[in-house]
């Protein structure tokens, strides 16, 4: 049975916290408010709680999710390099709503998926995420709804859709915006193929295109 914790409320917050770190901890899922929308959350390190992740979802493989992390120093543990330009961006908009992909450090034990060697890596802008992400460690973190259905912007929205296959249930209010993060890959600045290393949006979300060409400059691939 899932518990439902209003993070609003300064003692329900403090046993809210203590239960998705337990859960995390076994193995289990959470879903957990950010600056974009909700997510739903497994170690990133356990390949077991990433496969629940991907199965509340509806999803396969193909559809590795992304991590969180609560500190610029976790995406240098968790990437092979970050380019220049990339420390630019994070310096810039991180905290906030931009994920970055990069190839992933070959060291690590982890199975995201069929991730082709990469990683998609960002730091939210809301203090208790930074706080349990301080206590658990990089989280695979996907928007809390099942494929093919908007994410979701309130607990409720969430628990609808996924149900008791989650455990823990940290209800933070409306999201702030209800804007999923922009998703740039970075790739090609690190391991640079046939073509001209370039900076490309997957997804245009809470971060605007414009923001992204002012501190990239020329190196931020032209829009199709």
């Known amino acids: 049975m899932s518990s439902v914790f209003d993070c609003r409320d300064a003692d329900q917050l403090l046993a809210g916290m203590r239960h998705a770190r337990q859960a995390i901890g076994r193995g289990e899922l959470l879903v957990l408010p950010t600056d974009t929308v909700y997510g739903i959350g497994a170690d990133a390190f356990s390949p ?65 998926g069929d991730t082709h060697g990469t990683v998609a890596v960002r730091m939210p802008d809301l203090r208790i995420v930074l706080e349990l992400l301080e206590e658990t460690g990089p989280l695979a973190v996907s928007s809390a709804n099942l494929t093919g259905q908007a994410a979701a912007i309130d607990v409720n929205s969430a628990r609808g859709m996924l149900g008791d296959s989650v455990a823990v249930y940290l209800d933070n209010g409306p999201s702030a915006t209800g804007i999923a993060s922009t998703i740039i890959d970075a790739t090609s600045l690190v391991r640079p193929g046939g073509d001209e290393a370039r900076v490309r949006v997957l997804r245009e979300g809470a971060v605007r295109r414009a923001e992204l060409e002012r501190v990239l400059g020329d190196l931020l691939e032209e829009s199709a």
């Open 48 to 112: 077991d709680a990433v496969r629940k992740l991907l199965e509340a979802k509806g999803r396969g493989r193909d559809q590795p999710p992304p991590v969180l992390v609560g500190s610029t120093a976790a995406l240098n543990a968790l990437v092979e390099t970050v380019p220049e330009p990339v420390q630019r961006l994070v310096d810039e908009f991180w905290p906030g709503g931009l994920t970055i992909v990069l190839p992933a450090q070959a060291s690590l034990a982890w199975d995201l």
